[in-house]
């Protein structure tokens, strides 16, 4: 968490705060996803949630916070943040569906033959850096033909 994160989030009060790394959670995914970088103003996010604003994730049930993948129809446990230059190539070009599980995006980058970094968002992984890269040569077979 930042410097200007925390200090936003520490002139909110305790009930409040939730909702606030909500907020601050989602809006930072779309920034990245969609620029390839967060440009998040703690201060406007905290005074939203001043306001009124409200995540329907804070003691969602479990359906709500996994919804169904676009391509496949089955869970998206995952958010991730494929930069949106990569993005735009491998799947908007190509006019696949916007919302993937990490399974129909892997599929879609091999078919496209790229490989791409990003942050996996979701159960334990929250900001975790993964990469996904294609061999560029045929795996190896131990000897065997």
């Avoid at 520490?10 to 959670?25: F, G, K, Q, T």
């Avoid at 930069?83 to 799947?91: K, R």
Wanted: proline share 7%; with cysteine; aromatic share 10%.
């Amino acid at each position: 968490m930042s410097l200007k994160e925390a200090a936003a989030r520490d002139e909110l009060p305790e009930s409040l705060r939730e909702h606030y790394d909500a907020m601050v959670a989602d809006y930072r995914f779309v920034c990245e996803k969609r620029y390839s970088r967060a440009w998040v103003n703690y201060e406007i996010l905290a005074e939203m949630v001043l306001r009124g604003w409200r995540s329907p994730r804070p003691g969602a049930d479990e359906a709500s916070q996994n919804p169904k993948c676009d391509g496949c129809g089955g869970p998206h446990s995952f958010d991730t943040t494929v930069p949106s230059p990569i993005w735009n190539e491998v799947v908007r070009a190509r006019g696949g569906p916007e919302y993937l599980c990490l399974t129909c995006i892997a599929l879609a980058f091999v078919r496209a033959g790229k490989g791409f970094t990003a942050e996996l968002w979701g159960l334990e992984f929250n900001g975790r850096r993964i990469a996904f890269s294609l061999p560029t040569a045929a795996p190896e077979t131990g000897g065997k033909k």
